[in-house]
């Protein structure tokens, strides 16, 4: 088994180019919750999972995924600005008590929205799409529905 490696400086990775917008996304996968040791950042150590996003829709080449870390607070209280928060609303499990448990098991397959915005990476100095926000799914409007309801009752007379 080789234990020597050439390396060089730079990176594989190429930045998807989107547009800021609101865009449909699936959540694909999410990460087992990991232990982050206490760093300069984060003296007391944090603890966060990752979620992987395919993004939907038109003008989005397929197979498109952005990540997001979510972070999970140490003393159990969730601030609403949290991006935790936007996603726990999104799939309306926050509830009126403000107290709700966290399964990460749930998640896979759920559909929102997601607010995409290109931002500078802190390595690389690059813009980069960045997902800086979530939201739930549209649901259809008494407008869009009802007039789907007319047209299909249309298509079986």
């Given at each position: ?16 180019d ?7 996304a ?52 969730l ?40 931002k ?6 690059e ?31």
């Amino acid at each position: 088994m080789a234990s020597v490696f050439d390396l060089q400086m730079g990176s594989s990775f190429t930045p998807i180019d989107i547009p800021d917008d609101i865009y449909d996304a699936e959540i694909v996968s999410v990460s087992e919750v990991i232990d982050a040791e206490p760093d300069t950042y984060n003296p007391k150590g944090r603890k966060f999972f990752t979620i992987d996003w395919e993004l939907i829709g038109d003008g989005v080449p397929e197979g498109t995924s952005l990540r997001t870390w979510q972070n999970i607070p140490l003393d159990g209280r969730l601030n609403e600005k949290a991006m935790l928060y936007q996603l726990m609303e999104a799939f309306e499990l926050v509830t009126v008590t403000g107290k709700f448990q966290l399964d990460l098991d749930f998640f896979p397959g759920k559909k929102a929205r997601v607010i995409v915005e290109r931002k500078k990476n802190q390595n690389t100095g690059e813009m980069r799409p960045k997902i800086t926000g979530i939201k739930a799914k549209r649901k259809p409007s008494a407008a869009t529905s009802g007039s789907l309801r007319k047209r299909i009752q249309d298509d079986e007379e």
